[in-house]
Structure formats: C-alpha cells, structure tokens
C-alpha cells in the first residue's frame, strides 16, 4: 500500500545510510593512531550500534508524525513543505554535529557532550583552534555533506509523497501503525530498561565503543543528564554516610614544617602552564629536551612529581587552581556565576591580608565566563587581549607568551608589595603557534606541539633572567603549575591517567636551603595548591574544603581524575576508574573514598 507509513520506512533507511557514512569517517580518522585493533573489530563497530540508531531516527520521526495527521484531512502541500523544510534543517544541524564530533574527539578523546556544545557556542574560541584554510576546508565539506545528503533524503523519502493515495481512512490507518514503531523504536525494543550507550558496547578498545555510539544519540543523552537539578546522578549512598567518608579524607589541622623562611609577606606568582603535560616534563620522565629551562629551575626548587589535573580543560583548571574546587562531569562550574560567587578564593584571601592582585592572559576574556569569575573571585586587576599590539598577536588565540610574560614584569615593577600575581599561557594550544624559530621544524601534531612549549620554556626563561633584577625578586614566592595534560607529545588515549599528570613547582629565593632541588612524591591535585600555599604561610585555609596541604603529616595522599562519562581515583599504590554507564565496570572494586569524594563533590556543586 502506497501510504504515509511508506514515508517512514523510507525514513528510517536515509538516517541509518547518514549514520553509517559518519562512523566510516569517524573510523577513517582514528585508524592512524590505533593501526593495531583487528580489522573484524573495526567492522563491527559499524553495526554495533544499531539500537541507538533506531531509536534516533524515531526521535527524528516524531516531529513529521505529529505533522503528518494533517494528512488526514487534506492538507497536502502544506504538510509536504512543512516536513521538508523540517528534514533539511535536521540533515545540516546533524551533519555540522557529526563533523564536530569527530574532531573534537581528535583533540579531547571524548563525544560531543554538552561541555563540548558550550564551548562551540563561543566560536572565537573555538576557530581559534583551527588555521584559516582548514576552517575554509571545513566550511567547504559542510555544505557540500550537506547538499550530498539532502539530494539523497529527496531520493529516497521525498518523491513518496506524490505517490501518497488512498481514503481519510487508510492515511489514519497508516498512522496508527507508525504510532507503535516510533514509539518502541525510541525505546530501543521491547526490552525491560529502554536503550542506552551499553548497547553500543562490544568492545575491549574504548574508541571502538565510541564509534559504534550514535553521537547525536548520545549528545542528546548528555544535555539531559548534564541539566542542573536537585537530583545528584552520582549516588552510591546515603549523603550522610558520603560526607562522614569525604571528611576522613582530609585533615584540616594536620602539622606541617614550614618550607619557607621568612618573617614578612611575601609576594606571590602563579604561572598557570597551558598543556603541560608531564611528557615534555624530563624530571617527570618527558622527553628530553623540550622544556630544558624547566627542567634546570626544578633544581632550584621543591618540584612535586605526582600531581594531577582534576579537569582537563583551562575552564576547569582556573576555579581548581584559584579556589580549590575539583572539576566535575559534564557541568563546569565557572558557567554559573551564581554558584561561582560562593567559592573561596586564593585572590581574595590574598586581598584580605592587604595583597594587589592581578591577572594575566593574552587572550578573550570572555571565555567560559572567565572574566566574571576572575572579577567576583578577588582579582583588581585583570590583563586581557585588548592589552597587547597586534605584532605581538599570533593568528588565533591571542598574545604570544612572551610578550604576556614580559607584560606581567613591568606591571609588577611599578605594583606596591606584596602583590598576589596569576598569569595564564596560551601558546601550548592548537594551532601551536610562535614567534621564534626553534628546533623542532616537523609538521606533525607531536612536533608542533613540542616546538610551542621549547618556545614557553624560552619565554620562561627570558622572564626570570629579568625578574631576577627587580627588587622585588628575593621577597617572590613563583608556582609553576600546569592547567591540564595533553594526549600529546604521545598520543595517550583519553583514560589513560598519565594524559593528565602535570608538573608543578614551587621556586622562590626564600625557600629554605634544605629544601632545594627537592621531590615531593606525594599523590595530589592541583586543586590541593590551595591548601598548601596558605598553610606554608601561615594563613587560613579552611574555607577550601577541597584543598589537602601536600607537605601536612599524615597527609591522606589521593588524586580525583573528572571525565564526562567517569571517574579516575588514584593513590601511593592503586589506579581505579569508574565508568558510570558501562555495566560491566567493576564498580564494587572502586573504593568506597572514591565514590563518597564524587558523591558529595556534586552535591556541593548542586547546592552551591
């Protein structure tokens, strides 16, 4: 029978052929970096995903469903144009989605997910990741996938609706027998618990999972659970029971040797490293080479060689770093400006002790609400993009290094002391770029990247060959602390814990001697930075309920990894993760800290 219900088999045949067409790409650009999965792996991890596929394409149906009971009473063409111009809009948001899902799991190793969508609602930020021709490339191969897709669509569905025939009656009936298919098709089947990301999962190698996962499917999912409200999705207990377990985990009043010596306030710099990652770090067993000047300074210094980033976007690490809260999944909590006003901050605990405080970053300041956190967390003055010569700009993110480095030192000479100073780098970020020649001339992702932290490293060392002759320099307490991992120089998959291993440093002339050149093995996050710093001078710090001293006696030493779909805890002596929506996890083997630490972190996140 020639009838609407026709249309919808028809329908559901396009989206499963766009669907495949995008896992094929999406497998085309990942079998470079994972040469070594069987080839009736990546085969299966076409198919895998069926389930979800039928339920997107229901959800897709839904809307010319609903339009299509017009139908009944005569009202043709309206519908038909109506549908089309539905269908076409859906085939390009789904087509720039797809495209967007496969290189943002290039550089994050995860799906599109919501945080992933908010970061592209800020297109500055996010083009300047790419150069000038892959963005006229990409815009080329979107419009084009989409012309393709929508002939195609107009092949396969439109043309039926000339040859829709038949009474009131059998169009209604055609209805009816949609109603139940789309209706189960959302479901996934009959089954019990209707489909999720599971029943893409076949595979030992996460990417291959990832591919079978219908990316829309599964963005879709995202935003649903990532939506704020009262309920925390990351229960494993009674709340009372998480909080008497998280409080065991820190110690507030815990001893610790004092590892400066001085009698008077000393000034304080953060340098927050872009993409640092512990590989181009040599101390950290990096690669040799890339960051020599850092390397000579942790000699100088009290280097700590077990730290890691909770988060692994700058976003995330800006509120671990400034006021000792952890990242967490899906949501970044720098977006909400009203439940950001109720953290601590280092700047302001710096400020109610009579510090100047300031800010650096060579690029947009509005990003992720950057500027109105740095604001209410205490900052009086903040240094954006608007502060530097064009000459000093490189193509895309902002500010070289060097000439915000060099920006931050001539401010501090005419600053009154003591100052509390926080400068962001930029340069470690895709596209790679600076001003200097260096000695890695590759073109490969591996090299660029290295070739943009030789040159951060050089910047670094230029400012404190001209920091060293300021008069404020004995009385300076400098942190060199990383924002996040990197996948690169590497090309370490997402989970792996050692992406988000990072350096940071403690070097300062009031460093006590003893101290000097000194390693600190201790298990930590950034977000204990906090802690540390206040305690070792001698200033409260209980407000940052998040921020363990690394240097305390009996010290509980842990690390909290935060990724979108799980969660890493690491001690002295174990590695666990646990994956939220994978029920072959073995959760019962995460221990019982883990889970109340990210238990209670989102129910703080929620109320705050």
């Known amino acids: 029978m020639k009838s609407t219900a026709t249309y919808f088999i028809r329908h559901y045949l396009f989206w499963f052929i766009l669907f495949l067409v995008f896992r094929i790409l999406f497998l085309l650009s990942q079998i470079p970096f994972h040469s070594d999965i069987p080839i009736t792996e990546m085969l299966m991890s076409l198919v895998a995903g069926f389930k979800l596929d039928i339920s997107t394409a229901s959800y897709f149906a839904v809307i010319p469903f609903l339009t299509c009971i017009l139908l009944i009473f005569g009202f043709d063409t309206a519908t ?8 076409f809009i859906l085939i390009f948001i789904v087509i720039i989605l797809s495209v967007s899902n496969i290189i943002i799991y290039k550089f994050w190793g995860t799906l599109l997910n919501n945080r992933g969508l908010a970061y592209a609602l800020q297109p500055k930020e996010m083009l300047a990741s790419v150069t000038g021709l892959q963005l006229f490339f990409l815009v080329v191969i979107l419009i084009f996938l989409t012309f393709i897709f929508f002939k195609l669509h107009s092949k396969i569905t439109h043309r039926k609706w000339n040859e829709i025939q038949g009474t009131t009656l059998h169009r209604a009936f055609s209805l009816l027998i949609m109603l ?15 489909v999720n990301e599971s029943s893409a999962y076949y595979s030992n190698h996460r990417l291959m999972n990832n591919i079978a996962t219908n990316n829309i499917w599964y963005l879709g999912h995202n935003l649903k659970q990532a939506g704020l409200s009262e309920k925390n999705p990351y229960v494993w207990m009674e709340d009372e029971t998480a909080e008497q377990i998280k409080n065991t985990l820190y110690n507030p009043t815990a001893s610790s040797h004092q590892i400066f ?12 490293l872009e993409s640092w990652t512990a590989d181009i770090i040599e101390p950290l067993g990096g690669e040799k080479g890339v960051t020599p000047f850092f390397t000579k300074l942790s000699e100088q210094g009290m280097l700590f060689t077990s730290v890691y980033s909770s988060g692994f976007r700058t976003d995330q690490a800006l509120v671990s770093v400034i006021s000792g809260f952890p990242a967490q999944p899906n949501n970044s909590i720098i977006r909400f400006p009203s439940k950001t006003a109720s953290l601590p901050s280092l700047a302001t605990s710096f400020k109610n002790e009579g510090y100047k405080t300031s800010f650096y970053y060579g690029g947009e300041l509005g990003f992720a609400n950057m500027n109105s956190y740095l604001i209410s967390a205490g900052f009086e003055k903040i240094t954006g993009e608007d502060a530097f010569e064009s000459n000093s700009m490189n193509s895309k993110w902002g500010a070289h290094d060097g000439f915000v480095l060099s920006k931050q030192i001539k401010d501090l000479k005419l600053s009154p002391q003591p100052f509390f100073s926080l400068l962001l780098t930029l340069s470690t970020h895709e596209p790679f770029e600076v001003p200097i020649a260096t000695p890695y001339n590759g073109t490969s992702e591996p090299e660029l990247f290295k070739k943009a932290a030789w040159y951060t490293d050089k910047s670094l060392e230029e400012y404190f060959e001209v920091a060293k002759k300021e008069n404020w ?12 991992g990197h996948r690169l120089p590497l090309n370490r998959d997402y989970y792996d814990p050692a992406i988000r291993k990072i350096p940071m440093l403690i070097y300062s002339p009031l460093l006590k001697k003893e101290l000097i050149g000194t390693k600190i093995k201790s298990t930590a996050n950034q977000n204990d930075l906090a802690a540390t ?3 070792n001078l001698g200033m409260a710090s209980s407000q940052f309920e998040w921020s363990s001293n690394i240097l305390a006696n009996s010290r509980r030493n842990f690390a909290y990894l935060s990724l979108d779909e799980a969660f890493t805890w690491i001690t002295d002596s174990s590695v666990t993760t646990l994956k939220f929506d994978d029920p072959n996890n073995a959760t019962q083997n995460t221990s019982m800290e883990a889970k109340a ?3 209670q972190l989102y129910h703080r996140f929620i109320t705050y």
């Open 261 to 272: 010596d001085t009698s008077q306030k000393p000034n304080v710099v953060i340098l927050l």
């Open 80 to 87: 038909k144009k109506f549908i089309k111009t539905y269908n």
């Open 180 to 194: 139940p298919i789309i209706g189960i098709g959302i479901r996934g089947g009959l089954q019990l618990i209707p």
């Open 597 to 599: 630490y990210m238990q």
């Open 533 to 535: 710093l206040l305690n």
């Open 473 to 484: 320099f004995q009385n300076t307490i400098f942190i060199l602390v990383a924002d996040h």
